[in-house]
């Protein structure tokens, strides 16, 4: 959902109250949590924290994330004395910031905030001691956090190219000889398979990432890109079938591996060592009561940092497979009648019901949700059907019955299409949030050495 607008004598009160509760540090982290953007080319440390807050308000304002910037601020603040008149102020200002956050921004922000205390903690021996036992076990964790980032950017690759429907393609490929338009249909399709292909050699090429991905089947890369050359040739030539036939491997290499990344991404999320996490923190807290204030918010949000990220990590999971699921059955509705029924009922019901089971999983407030009405109305339009099958005086009425089926259907996908879009924009991003916590840790770790 966008910002509201605000006037300026409410951009004055939240930038006052933010300086009051936020050092030039915090606010530096906040930046680089919630847009990846140093606080450097925001603004500068030797001005009054009121006016540093300021600029970060307004450029969070322009940036069009001041509702979530708020947001981390509440949840990373909430036993700062200054807590309850922020809250207030808020929630007469800005109440969507209240709200269960779009995003782990919030998680994650404390977590980092918490990690760089440590490196500041980091200065007195007995800190410096308990976190050299932990090294090891520091870097496990950062590891961890950039393989599931590797994952997840290796599978939006892809993904850009499956936006294509691969029928729409195929009969593309028929007339592109000829026709224009269909040639520039396969030749930018070409195009995105080439770059996607490029982008992934430049992902797990780098030392440090190919490191971390020793044993990743890579064989599927050349394919891929062999699969273009051909469908560029068959182009280039006029020869339908050749392109056709390298479509039809691209499509089986993406069908695959998509899934196949789907997996990595869950077991990778799944068995992110954010518990290990907690434990060191928790190791160094112990030590004194001073540190326990600094570590103790980062060391509460990691357990909620974990089933938020499980949640919408299973919700894209079941997304993908019904997307894929409501692609076959689009198909499946240019058949006949008589085998539409058939065919609906082998994957409809599974489909359907894996849909409307992300409805309860906690991710926030969300724009586009899953409502089973739509769903209802294409159960409606199968039983007519069914009924009318089975009745002679009413079989006349069933081509117009599946014209209805077609129309509720399409309503139904493009709607899962929505909301899968949706959770897997927020996804990337609460992804890129989590990195931030393996680049705080890695100077840790650095400072150790």
Known sequence: ?????????????????????CTFRELGDLTLVCNNEPITGISFEQQPRRDIARDCIDWAVKTGILTNFIACVLYSKKRDPGFPPFQILVKSVLPGALEAPPSVQPQVYAVVSGISSLEELMKRDEVRGQLSASRDRLTSITQSINLLVIYKTLHDTLHRLQTTQTRTLLQAAVTAADDQISSEIIAGYIGATNRAVTDIRVLID????????????????????????????????????????ALRSIAIILSE????????????????????????????????????????PAIAALAELRKNLIDRVTAHDRLQTVEQNLSILAECLDDTADLILGQMAELWPETRSSALSTNGLDLGPATYVIDQKDSDRVDGCLLDIERMQSDPALAVKVPDQVKALKRAFFIFQSKVGSHFFEVDSKLKSDFDSTAQISSRLQAVVGALA
């Open 1 to 21: 959902m966008p910002d509201p607008a605000l006037p300026s004598e409410s951009i004055i009160a939240l930038a006052d109250s933010v300086g009051d509760l």
């Open 206 to 245: 780098a030392p440090e990432k190919a490191a971390l991905l020793n044993g990743f089947d890579q064989s599927w890369i050349e394919i891929l890109k062999q699969a273009a050359g051909k469908c560029q040739d068959g182009l280039d030539n006029g020869l339908p079938a050749r392109i056709r036939i």
């Open 257 to 296: 591996q998509s899934p196949l990344l789907n997996k990595y991404i869950f077991n990778s999320a799944n068995r992110l060592p954010l518990a290990d996490l907690a434990t060191t923190l928790g190791s160094v807290s112990g030590l004194d009561k001073l540190y326990a204030g600094q570590l103790g």
